[in-house]
């Protein structure tokens, strides 16, 4: 059973670093190449991260509540998001497993 566990850490923190760090090196390349090509720096915030996942809610689009945190989303970064999620899961590893 020792071994099972440590095996469904492992792919716990292979998920933690797909997510927190290799995710958001490949959005800021993204943006990186396209300003090279355009001159025009792609946004990519939260909200548009929510976009392409397909979040289907109408608060992404227009909020008729929560207008903090919608702002918030609005201006983090994407990649700052994952890496949030990233310590999110750390920590779940960490304490609950």
Do not use: C, E
Not at 54 to 75: C, E
Request: aromatic content about 14%.
């Amino acid at each position: 059973m020792a071994g099972a566990d440590n095996k469904d850490k492992l792919w716990i923190v292979f998920a933690v670093l797909v997510i927190g760090i290799v995710a958001p090196l490949l959005i800021l390349g993204w943006q990186s190449f396209t300003f090279m090509q355009t001159g025009d720096w792609q946004p990519f915030s939260i909200l548009s991260m929510m976009d392409i996942l397909d979040v289907q809610s109408t608060w992404v689009a227009s909020p008729n509540s929560w207008l903090g945190v919608h702002i918030i989303f609005d201006y983090l970064h994407g990649g700052l998001g994952l890496m949030l999620i990233a310590l999110v899961l750390i920590a779940w590893v960490r304490w609950f497993l």
